[in-house]
Nanobody, 129 residues
Framework: HVQLVESGGGSVQDGGTLTLSCAVS???????????MGWFRQAPGMEREVVAT?????????YYADSVRGRFIISRDDAENTVYLQMNSLKPEDSAVYYC???????????????????WGQGTQVTVS
């Protein structure tokens, strides 16, 4: 069982910055990351949507939703078993519960849809006002 624990959520002003962390465990004896990782968010009354993804391949290919491209940066630190989401120039429309997720069995990110991810964190609230 893969466990994901998000942290770093909170309230910030319009235009502010915030960095979320996702601590990853449960890979057994394997030291290196093996799965595609993604950040998703869900605002009240809205469907859960992808924010950004990062592959476990050597190139660490990334994907960003159009709404956050150029403002958010996803990264991973395998030595610390942690995935980050650096959020810059935050807008009120970025307010949502943010979730960390893992796509089991794939180093590459084959899907940007929530249904393509097998493991999820509990979520952390981000409020921009």
């Amino acid at each position: 069982h893969v466990q994901l624990v998000e942290s770093g959520g909170g309230s910030v002003q319009d235009g502010g910055t915030l960095t979320l962390s996702c601590a990853v465990s449960g890979y057994g004896a394997s030291v290196s990351s093996r799965y595609c990782m993604g950040w998703f968010r869900q605002a009240p009354g809205m469907e859960r949507e992808v924010v950004a993804t990062i592959s476990a391949a050597r190139g660490s290919d990334t994907y960003y939703a159009d709404s956050v491209r150029g403002r958010f940066i996803i990264s991973r630190d395998d030595a610390e078993n942690t995935v980050y989401l650096q959020m810059n120039s935050l807008k009120p429309e970025d307010s949502a519960v943010y979730y960390c997720a893992a796509q089991a069995g794939s180093r590459a990110c084959l899907s940007s849809r929530p249904s393509g991810y097998n493991y999820w964190g509990q979520g952390t609230q981000v409020t921009v006002s």
